[in-house]
């Protein structure tokens, strides 16, 4: 089964505006160049976990999601083949690219890429932070979570949690919102789907840090060079993450935060919250008045 979010890929005319946002800010580490100029960028001893590919506009490229092992990913590519999906394997200029020994990958319902991978590259000792951190919540537990916007909660479900195996952590019904949070290590979550109907898209990344001070001074830093605010300071009534969102170069937001809930499944328990959030989070007003990530109209008939 998945082990980990091991990577994500992203397109955008603005990839060389993350060479002094993700160092400056977020406190990654640039990794060399890919092939096409991409930013690369390191947050624990992993080869690279995140890339900003050039491109015409802004787009998700897709998501990496590790294995423990090739034996393990290939009896998994089986299984999906076994339920009618179509898994095509990644070619060896694509495993050099991402940093893997064998990759396979699907498109979910909307077109969203989503690639599997056994023996991500590592280089034990040899990460260092782009700013003064304490460091990433990574290794064991991947890289972070994503959100993705779907137009429907019950396709995505039906994707996600009974053909792709992520199991359900919990889920955040309010009026105006739907979201299902899946896990698949001990991260409270790696994966989350909002429902907006008629609409596809990449609304964030999470970034978990090891310390509160190093959430509140990427806050600091974040106002002082200029990248909008989207929510303030808060803390979330699911996985307890104190965290902010915030604007990147490309469309979509990364929330940075810490002290994450860690889930045992011999033990959890999915519920239901009202509300996403036990305090802050307020939307500013940059927040109000822009898009919430990457979006795209999405017509059910164009499939």
Known sequence: MIRELAYLRVASPRH??????????????????????????????????????????????GAGWGFANETELA????????????????????????????????????????????????HPGTFWPGRRISGFVSDDFGLGHIVLIAPSMAEADAFYGDLLGFTLS???????????????????????????????????????????????????????????????????????????YMSTPSSFQIEYGCGGLVVDDRTWVASTNDRPSLWGHELTDWGRHNPPGILNKFEAAAR
């Not at 106002?223 to 699911?238: C, D, F, S, Y």
């Open 75 to 122: 009896a998994y590519v089986e299984r999906l083949r076994g339920a009618g999906l179509t898994v095509t394997e990644g070619t060896p200029e694509e495993c050099a690219d991402r940093a893997v020994a064998g990759m396979w990958w699907v498109t979910d319902p909307w077109g969203n890429r989503h690639e599997f991978v056994w023996g991500q590259h590592r």
């Open 170 to 244: 919990d889920r955040v019904n309010e009026e105006f919102m739907k979201v299902r949070f899946y896990h698949c290590n001990g991260r409270h979550h790696s994966l989350g789907v909002a429902e907006v109907p008629g609409t596809v898209g990449f609304n964030h990344l999470m970034l978990e840090v090891r310390d509160l001070d190093d959430v509140g001074t990427g806050y600091d830093l974040a106002r002082e060079k200029g990248h909008p605010i989207v929510r303030a300071l808060g803390r979330h009534t699911n996985d307890l993450m104190t965290s902010f």
């Open 16 to 61: 060389e505006d993350w060479v002094a946002y993700a160092t400056e800010v977020l406190g990654c580490q640039l990794a060399p160049r890919g092939t096409d100029g991409s930013v690369r960028l390191r947050v624990d001893d992993a080869a690279h976990r995140i890339t900003i590919a050039p491109g015409e506009e802004d787009a998700f490229e």
